[in-house]
């Protein structure tokens, strides 16, 4: 089993510039979230989904958009890089929504110049 | 305020020490409640899920009380391996279920 596999694990990128961190996982899981953390900030929730097709915002959602069209896939858009996105970057799923293990993503470093 | 909130430490204690940390969560619809373990910005790990009744693992002991609306962790016979940092996560209820992070306490266990 894959688990949760988190693409890219590096990535620096220009103001204004746009891209997507890749998140999919395996394991049928019904619950998928993105998380970033700052140094002394904890993890934040960004954006989750409850299924394909459900998508919900989290504590910190400005400047990120996400879709859930499988229930494999999940990823996170940057419209437009902001230097105040600079952060490391976990995607998360857990079997269904409430009173289960979430399991990880390896994360991914970013950097916005 | 944030949802759930931790004392961000650090706390220094010597090899052998007990030591405990509480987290308090804001939202009383909250369902569930766990400690994870985070090494050096690596993701985090699952320690212990937290039950009503209060639950051991070896060395580590965790309790809720739904009254006062926080959570807790103690660990026993502190070693060189148990430093990390401990997060407090809730799963909350707003709709649908999320799971929300407290700011993690930083543990430093001294030889």
């Known amino acids: 089993n894959a688990g949760v596999t988190q693409t890219p694990k590096f990535q620096v990128l220009k103001t204004g510039q746009s891209m997507t961190l890749q998140c999919a996982q395996d394991?049928?899981?019904?619950?998928m979230s993105w998380y970033r953390q700052d140094p002394g900030m904890g993890l934040r929730l960004i954006h989750y989904?409850?299924?394909?097709?459900?998508?919900d915002q989290g504590e910190v959602p400005n400047g990120y958009n996400v879709s859930r069209s499988t229930t494999e896939d999940f990823p996170l858009r940057l419209l437009s890089a902001a230097p105040s996105q600079t952060s490391v970057y976990f995607c998360?799923?857990?079997?269904?929504?409430?009173?289960?293990?979430?399991?990880f993503g390896s994360g991914t470093q970013l950097s916005v110049l | 305020r944030k949802e759930v909130e931790q004392d961000p430490g650090p706390f220094n204690v010597p090899e052998g020490a007990t030591v405990a940390f509480n987290c308090t969560y804001s939202?009383?619809?909250?369902?569930?409640f766990f400690w994870y373990r985070q090494d050096c910005r690596k993701e985090p790990k699952l320690l212990m899920s937290?039950?009503?009744s209060g639950n051991e693992d070896g060395r580590f002991t965790a309790q809720l009380n739904r009254a006062s609306q926080y959570i807790s962790l103690l660990i026993r016979d502190s070693k060189l391996s148990d430093s990390a940092t401990y997060l407090c996560?809730?799963?909350?209820?707003?709709?649908?279920?999320?799971?929300?992070f407290g700011t993690g306490t930083r543990l430093k266990v001294l030889a």
């Open positions: 996560v809730v799963n909350t209820f707003s709709g649908t279920y999320k799971y929300i």
């Open positions: 989904s409850v299924g394909a097709g459900i998508t």
């Open positions: 937290v039950y009503s």
């Open positions: 939202n009383s619809a909250s369902q569930s």
């Open positions: 998360a799923s857990s079997y269904r929504q409430n009173n289960e293990k979430l399991f």
């Open positions: 394991m049928n899981h019904e619950y």
